[in-house]
């Protein structure tokens, strides 16, 4: 009958959840937990260096002979791997798996990489459920483009406040300084090189 059609239909449809929230607020581990529930999962992050720290809780969690990892740079693939855990741009899309999760989905506004993040949206799901990470800015677009989505929105587990202004040369040894271009970032690193005799520099 028409009304046991539409009930496969909705018992078929994978869920989509988008887990919004400030930075700090644990969807990341989250998304993790959800993943490693389901028979298979994917994870897209968007930087490599997290790709990697998120690719040695999981072999901790489930060993090494269960979890493949996949960026630009670096590429680990067991026999027969359960979970993926990769950079956004190197995700595998041909591989079907029970649980996809993309994080920091607020990059389908980036000028350089927003295509992939806005394909990752459109396209990429899970068999079972798909999750969407990232700032609650995403709301609108998600609701639009993925009507039945399922929102789930995350409180940040300590403050972050605006201390004011201070100079670089009196920013106490230790330091962390974010720059949000790799201009900005060797600029800074060559200031505090010169005034405080060193840096390392993370991109």
């Given amino acids: 009958s028409f009304h046991k059609l539409m009930a496969m239909d909705v018992k078929a449809a ?27 999962g994917m994870i897209g992050l968007p930087f490599r260096l997290l790709a990697r720290e998120v690719y040695d809780r999981v072999v901790k969690l489930r060993g090494s002979h269960e979890v493949a990892l996949i960026t630009g740079e670096e590429k680990i693939v067991p026999k ?15 591989i079907p798996v029970a649980c996809l999760v993309i994080d920091e989905i607020q990059l389908c506004a980036d000028s350089e990489r927003g295509h992939v993040f806005t394909d990752r949206l459109l396209h990429a799901r899970g068999e079972e459920e798909t999750m969407l990470l990232g700032s609650d800015t995403m709301r609108g677009i998600i609701q639009k483009f993925i009507p039945k989505a399922w929102f ?3 409180a940040r587990f300590s403050d972050l406040a605006y201390t004011g202004a201070k ?37």
């Fill in 14 to 40: 994978p869920k989509v959840t988008a887990v919004l929230g400030p930075t700090n607020t644990g969807k990341t581990f989250f998304a993790i937990e959800r993943m490693l529930a389901h028979k298979s």
């Fill in 80 to 94: 027969a791997p359960r979970f993926y855990v990769c950079t956004v741009e190197a995700m595998p899309l041909d």
């Fill in 152 to 154: 789930v929105t995350r």
């Fill in 167 to 203: 100079k670089l040369t009196r920013l106490p040894r230790r330091s962390a300084v974010v720059g949000f271009s790799a201009d900005d970032v060797y600029g800074i690193a060559e200031v505090i090189r010169r005034q405080r005799g060193g840096a390392a520099v993370v991109l």
